[in-house]
Every structure is written in C-alpha cells, then in structure tokens.
C-alpha cells in the first residue's frame, strides 16, 4: 500500500522564502519511494512524501519549524493511495 504523508505550514508574512528553504534543508530518517515540495500564496509551504507502508504505520515526519517563523502550528494529514495514473 502506498501512503502519503502532507505537511502544510503558513509562514510569518515576508518570511515564506525563509520557510521554503527551511523544509527542504529538513532530512528525514529514511527516505521515502517521493518527496515534493510546494509554495502558495500567503507564505505556505506543502510538503509531500509517499511511502510504501501500511496507513497506520511509524514514518518519519518533518518537525515543527521555530514558532517566530510560522503563524500557526503546522497541519498534517496522512492519505492511503486508492488510485495511481
């Protein structure tokens, strides 16, 4: 089953650069089989990453950024695969 894991944090304004370059300096423990990085308006960053895992397995997370960096606590949302094109 392949599962993928969604990170979403709204950075400080003027600071979604900073963000950017911040999650995708970040390493996780293992690497998984994708990882993608997005930007959109008002400073958000996405970050997605699929795993060959069960839904309810242990993965490798990216942290909380530094909380003068971000508006809000990061949002997280784990989805299993049911269709791939």
Known sequence: ????????ARAVEGRGEELLAWARAQELAEVPLRRE??????DR???ITWWEASYDAELPELPEP????VTRAVHRWRFESVDAG
């Open 1 to 8: 089953m392949t599962v993928a894991l969604m990170w979403e």
């Open 37 to 42: 990085t997005l930007r959109a308006p008002q």
């Open 45 to 47: 960053v996405l970050v």
């Open 66 to 69: 530094d909380g003068e960096l």
